[in-house]
């Protein structure tokens, strides 16, 4: 189960990783086909510096759960996995019912699953 978590985990972090690049550094491209159906066409330019500082945030969730990888110790290394986990299924949660359903599959299940796996371990 240490296995699946692990790689649940990264999972979830290259996920947030690629939220940052959209958000930040495609958003008038990538970001408008992936919310086309949450955000009007024409709000992506005026939305381009809110969107990467949502980029950010995102980023800092990877970064989070890339730094549970590198703690020795295997009780602060699942305590540190499980905060970020718990921010990135709240945001998915919310994020699902502000924006978009979608998102609860995208983003929030997949930290879920993941939590499930560490605690199983």
Same mark, same amino acid.
């Given at each position: 189960?240490? *296995?699946?978590? /692990?790689?649940?985990?990264a999972i979830v972090a290259l996920e947030h990783l690629?939220? =940052? ?8 491209? /990538?970001?408008?086909?992936?919310? /086309? ?7 992506? +330019?005026?939305? +381009?510096? =809110?969107?990467?500082? @949502? ?19 295997? @009780?602060?290394q699942d305590n540190i996995a499980l905060f970020f =986990?718990?921010?990135?299924? *709240? ?9 978009? +359903?979608?998102?609860?599959? *995208? @983003?929030? =299940? ?7 796996? *560490?605690?199983?371990?």
């Amino acid at each position: 189960m240490e *296995v699946i978590a /692990k790689i649940l985990i990264a999972i979830v972090a290259l996920e947030h990783l690629y939220i =940052l690049w959209m958000e930040m550094f495609a958003w008038e491209t /990538k970001g408008k086909e992936v919310f /086309k159906a949450a955000l009007p066409a024409e709000m992506f +330019k005026p939305t +381009k510096g =809110l969107a990467a500082n @949502q980029g950010l945030y995102n980023g800092f969730l990877a970064a989070g759960l890339i730094w549970s990888f590198l703690i020795k110790d295997p @009780q602060w290394q699942d305590n540190i996995a499980l905060f970020f =986990l718990g921010c990135v299924a *709240v945001a998915g949660i919310y994020g699902a019912i502000s924006a978009t +359903k979608k998102i609860f599959f *995208v @983003q929030a =299940l997949p930290a879920i699953l993941a939590i499930i796996a *560490v605690l199983l371990k």
